[in-house]
């Protein structure tokens, strides 16, 4: 038997060990077999194995020492499995690699140096792991990579300069380490580059205009670093850019709608705290295929325009617009327009008007802290999706007919809808610091999934009952109901307690407000 491949049959939980030890064996692949156990025997010398693909397996374990047998072997494949412990430096005997994939387990210690043995590299990934901290520098040596992926394998130090020798680079990945220094001059160099992820380092000074002429250039992340000076947008030329990341750094962004063009296939854009300022950004005309777009913590005023509604409608799956000085939407409209979306951000700036309504397929909705006002329409009770719903810190009003009354124009008042139950998924509910005047909302304890339940700063009163049933409230972790009302929250704790004799609960999974008491009054203003 010279090869095998393919997926698993699911009765066979744990891959036969016989058939690593097949005399002729050259090629085996169980890739992507999530369920599928084992661990790597003891190789003999004189194996043909020359590739052996087991990522997205359960395969666990240590890398045996006698792995450097395997001396014909030219594609090494783990990644994404349970593998563990320090990689053995037998390892960098197989000089014939030119493919190995170490990443998304949970390996430690120190790379191996005989690394630098393995001169036909092409594609290296080590990324995710548990190693203890080093440098770059013996990647130097490896000069036909094409391919570096380190993601969060505790990289330190200065990107060095001789990693510039590795002219046929296409892919370099070195996010969420801790990298120091300024960008080295010789990436502008890297002509051949497509992806270049340094996002998430301590990183600093200008960012070089050289890189955003890179030709080939698709990915670019320079996000969380310390990073300086202006970024003009009107120097790119990679007409290629797909997704671009600039965040949580020091810069200053400056584009205009002639700037267009050269984000004209952009899919992720992050500028999250670029200092942004003035109307809606111009420059995201035109681009229709957003699917992720980061803009918070800047000073974007004024109304999101309708030009903007109208782009991404069926690929835009995230949105977050959070800490501007945004008032509100250009064009009103029932539901948002964008039919896939997942997750809007809207907390932390002055819209006004009504509250928008996302697509049914929202996972998360935040607006909180805004100055909304008007109607609250029902159908915020029907995106049957919601993970994550927060509207604290409004102005609303609700008509009789929708469960909320109207006495001013200050806050939300009334009781609390009981047509939430139709959002079977959602896990945090936060409505504090409205006008509530209501009793507990025992009927939420129906929600599988709620986790987190905020009430703090209403009108609540009465004396909270224990659960009527066994499965109800099983997942709740964080309850806040400070504040508004009269009572002692006891009925709760101890319905829960008594009811499910589950009376760790008490200590582990009941927090009424950070530093107080169990048994929390809750106070009438």
């Known amino acids: 038997m010279s090869g095998f491949s393919g997926q698993i049959p699911a009765e066979i939980l744990e891959f036969p060990m016989g058939i690593f030890q097949l005399p002729n064996l050259r090629f085996l692949s169980i890739r992507y077999n999530p369920y599928l156990t084992g661990y790597l025997p003891e190789f003999q010398s004189g194996s043909q194995l020359e590739i052996l693909l087991l990522a997205g397996t359960n395969f666990s374990g240590q890398l045996p020492e006698s792995i450097g047998n395997l001396k014909s072997l030219t594609e090494l494949d783990v990644a994404e499995s349970n593998f563990s412990g320090v990689i053995p430096s037998s390892l960098g005997n197989l000089t014939k690699l030119n493919y190995l994939d170490l990443s998304h387990n949970n390996f430690s210690g120190k790379i191996p140096f005989t690394f630098v043995n393995l001169l036909q590299l092409t594609y290296l990934s080590l990324s995710s792991n548990n190693f203890s901290s080093g440098t770059l ?295 504090e610091q409205n006008k509530i005047n209501d009793v507990f909302p025992s009927w939420l304890g129906i929600l599988p999934e709620l986790r987190v339940l905020i009430l703090r700063s209403n009108r609540l009163h009465g004396v909270i009952g224990k659960p009527k049933a066994d499965f109800e409230f099983q997942r709740l972790q964080i309850v806040d109901l400070s504040g508004y009302a009269t009572g002692l929250v006891i009925g709760v704790i101890l319905g829960c307690a008594m009811n499910t004799r589950k009376y760790e609960w008490l200590v582990k999974n009941y927090f009424v407000n950070r530093g107080q008491n169990l048994k929390t009054r809750l106070r009438r203003n």
Not at 293 to 299: D, M, R, T
Not at 363 to 381: H, K, Q, T, W
Request: glycine share 8%.
């Open 137 to 431: 520098h013996w990647l130097c040596n490896l000069t036909k990579l094409t391919f570096v992926g380190f993601k969060r394998t505790n990289s330190y130090g200065e990107i060095p300069s001789c990693l510039g020798n590795l002219t046929q680079l296409t892919q370099l990945s070195l996010n969420v380490n801790e990298l120091t220094g300024q960008l080295p001059s010789w990436i502008g160099n890297q002509t051949q580059l497509i992806l270049l992820g340094l996002g998430a380092n301590k990183l600093h000074g200008p960012i070089s205009d050289s890189i955003f002429r890179l030709p080939n250039l698709e990915t670019l992340n320079l996000g969380k670093n310390l990073f300086s000076g202006t970024v003009e947008f009107g120097l790119l030329k990679s007409r290629s850019l797909v997704s671009f990341q600039l965040s949580d750094n020091n810069l200053s962004v400056i584009g205009n709608h002639n700037d267009s063009a050269a984000l004209q296939n952009i899919q992720i854009l992050s500028l999250s705290g670029c200092n942004l300022s003035g109307e809606f950004p111009s420059f995201l005309h035109g681009q229709n295929h957003l699917e992720y777009v980061e803009l918070g913590g800047n000073k974007i005023e004024g109304h999101i325009p309708t030009w903007f509604m109208n782009l991404g409608t069926e690929t835009l799956w995230s949105l977050d617009l959070r800490g501007n000085l945004l008032t509100g939407f250009e064009q009103s409209v029932d539901i948002l327009p964008w039919n896939n979306l997942r997750c809007l951000r809207l907390s932390f700036n002055k819209l006004d008007g009504a509250l928008p309504i996302p697509p049914h397929s929202t996972i998360i909705y935040e607006v909180s802290d805004n100055r909304l006002n008007g109607e609250i329409p029902p159908a915020i009770c029907n995106l049957t999706s919601l993970v994550i719903l927060q509207l604290s810190k409004q102005q609303f009003e609700w008509q009789a007919s929708a469960m909320f009354r109207k006495h001013n124009q200050n806050q939300l008042e009334g009781k609390i809808p009981k047509s939430l139950a139709n959002c079977p998924k959602l896990e945090i509910l936060n409505i």
